[in-house]
């Protein structure tokens, strides 16, 4: 009976935490400046986002590990579910409204549990607006996913996908691309 009392306690008291622990995430994401967003944001021991990257206004992010590398943007409204993990790549492009999943429910379960997988995004990818990645996908370097695609399988290197679901549209020819969207950003948004 004392167990049973103390594990119900233990939960609720974990539930707690956790409401202000997003709760604080959020008001971390509305600070009115991108550097001071990424600054707080990369306190948590899992988080890792290089100093040039900018986060835009609007950025509801999920806590667990996140990297971003160098060069880097993060556009606005984006959705980052980083319970599984997110790795993003150097030079990579995120247009606003962008939405990545890293966990979901298995709809077969008969308890509804979560499943799912980190997702991974190699350098110079571009995804654009309105996109949706699931779990456990990975994105080629220098792919295209075009603005509301819903990707749920693996982007091949160099390759554009679109469509519900992503398929392949075209290729992306491979040059020496050495463009940086976190050096094109608006001051203090």
């Not at 509305?30 to 306190?43: D, E, G, Q, T, V």
Request: hydrophobic share 40%.
């Amino acid at each position: 009976m004392i167990k049973r009392i103390y594990r119900k306690i233990r939960k609720v008291l974990g539930l707690w935490l956790d409401a202000a622990s997003m709760l604080w995430i959020r008001l971390v994401c509305c600070i009115p400046s991108k550097h001071l967003r990424r600054a707080l944001l990369c306190l948590y021991r899992d988080v890792c986002i290089h100093r040039s990257v900018p986060l835009y206004h609007g950025l509801e992010y999920w806590r667990g590990p996140l990297v971003i590398g160098e060069g880097s943007s993060i556009g606005f409204r984006n959705h980052l579910d980083c319970r599984r993990g997110i790795h993003i790549g150097r030079n990579v492009c995120l247009a606003s409204d962008v939405t990545i999943w890293t966990l979901h429910h298995d709809y077969n379960d008969p308890s509804f549990r979560a499943k799912g997988a980190g997702v991974t995004i190699g350098d110079y990818a571009w995804l654009c607006s309105n996109c949706i990645i699931l779990p456990g996908v990975t994105i080629g370097e220098g792919a295209v996913v075009a603005a509301g695609a819903v990707v749920r399988s693996d982007v091949e290197p160099w390759t554009v996908v679109g469509g519900v679901p992503a398929r392949k549209i075209a290729e992306r020819q491979r040059k020496d691309y050495h463009y940086r969207p976190g050096e094109y950003w608006y001051p203090l948004l």
